[in-house]
């Protein structure tokens, strides 16, 4: 046993690129509370990437160490965060926390710790993100996001934006413990299925109000986020959202078939709207 509390979990799959994973990765290492890194190839990845995590993995010390599961099939993001919360779960040490990391971003150093900070106050939250700073391919910072604080104005809002970015969110892991884990019926919407789940099911959310992960937003990101499947796919998951959380309004309705439209106008028209409703 020791002394480290937090658990990160990140998926990679052979679309990620190598020298962003290990920016990723390194800081992750470089966070001033001591982790521990489980990371899932979901499928089959590049030599370079399969070959860093192994040599890594064979580093492990008390304070931070790299647990590497290769998986050969592809299963997607939902299936692989489950495999990854399960490892943990199962695994000796008895951690307090689980927080979520995307192969493509960047946490300041002091992420984890103000997190954990953060959770120690405020002992009703279960689920914590944070704001992020959007940057570009030349290391541009373009924007700064910082999302409400509190439960019920991120549960109010659920319906027209996501309550978390989803690569900063830190969990209690006894959320975990109780069986909760993320839809892998949905396609598309895997984390906003998540949330509303867990909105549901009365889990408390929240935000720090700072920016504690850099998030990469290169110039394809808005086209993964368009065509037609996609815009169907969040246009069910709104409309079932509103269904279980007892929000079905025409403002609600409106706003889902608005953004349904945002998903399928050209990519000219989708910028200037992102621009501003970010």
Not at 49 to 67: E, M, P, R
């Amino acid at each position: 046993m020791n002394d480290v509390n937090v658990a990160v979990i990140m998926s990679v799959y052979k679309n990620d690129n190598f020298s962003q994973i290990k920016e990723a990765v390194d800081s992750i290492m470089l966070q001033t509370l001591h982790c521990h890194l489980f990371v899932v190839a979901d499928g089959p990845v590049c030599p370079d990437v399969h070959d860093y995590f192994l040599t890594i993995a064979g580093k492990n010390n008390c304070l931070f160490s790299v647990y590497y599961f290769p998986r050969a099939t592809n299963l997607g993001l939902a299936p692989s965060l489950n495999e990854l919360i399960d490892y943990v779960l199962q695994s000796e040490n008895k951690y307090l926390y689980i927080a979520r990391m995307d192969a493509d971003d960047i946490c300041y150093p002091e992420r984890l710790q103000k997190q954990v900070d953060y959770f120690l106050v405020h002992q009703v939250v279960d689920v914590l993100g944070t704001g992020c700073v959007e940057f570009s391919s030349t290391n541009e910072s373009i924007y700064t996001k910082i999302l409400p604080e509190k439960n019920k104005t991120l549960k109010k809002e659920l319906i027209k934006r996501c309550p978390f970015v989803h690569p900063s969110v830190m969990f209690r892991i006894n959320l975990f413990r109780d069986g909760v884990r993320y839809p892998t019926d949905t396609k598309f919407t895997e984390d906003y299925a998540f949330w509303v789940l867990l909105a549901v099911k009365g889990y408390e959310f929240g935000n720090v109000q700072e920016a504690l992960i850099k998030f990469r937003f290169e110039s394809d990101v808005l086209a993964r986020r368009r065509g037609l499947k996609k815009a169907n796919s969040e246009f069910s998951a709104r409309w079932n959202a509103m269904n279980q959380l007892d929000c079905m309004s025409l403002e609600n309705i409106f706003y889902s078939f608005a953004i349904w439209g945002l998903r399928v106008v050209p990519p000219s028209i989708a910028n200037i709207a992102y621009k501003k409703l970010r």
